[in-house]
């Protein structure tokens, strides 16, 4: 899971699904699968098989850093000079899958409805 900076609620319209089309690439590019993939308003959860060539810690940079400056560039415009600028928050959240995979993908599948609900139970 990557969080927007500052868990700003940033991914909506165009650019949710230019975040899913960049991190696509991206994964091609790497030869990383990207078995599911779900953005939310603030933050992305991914599910992916990684080639044990590849570290945890590797792939997560390269998929934060290289979106991160795609996005600065399609979003905003941006050419060059990213120095200083950031969309993803330090940090990430991974964990390793085995034998409940499937309840996994449906997790990350089914993401909107749990938070709308959560937020509905919050509201009562």
């Known amino acids: 899971m990557f969080v927007a900076k500052y868990r700003k609620k940033v991914l909506f319209g165009r650019l949710r699904k230019e975040v899913g089309q960049i991190l696509r690439q991206l994964c091609r590019q790497k030869g990383v699968e990207l078995v599911e993939g779900h ?35 399609r979003a905003h415009g941006l050419k060059q000079g990213f120095t200083g600028k950031h969309f993803w928050s330090r940090g990430y959240c991974v964990s390793t899958v085995g034998l409940d995979e499937k309840t996994v993908r449906e997790y990350v599948r089914h993401q909107d409805d749990q938070d709308h609900q959560a937020e509905l139970n919050f509201n009562l």
């Open 39 to 73: 953005a939310m308003k603030d933050h992305v959860h991914l599910v992916l098989s990684v080639p044990p060539k590849f570290s945890i810690a590797m792939v997560v940079g390269y998929l934060k850093g290289k979106s991160a400056i795609h996005i600065h560039r």
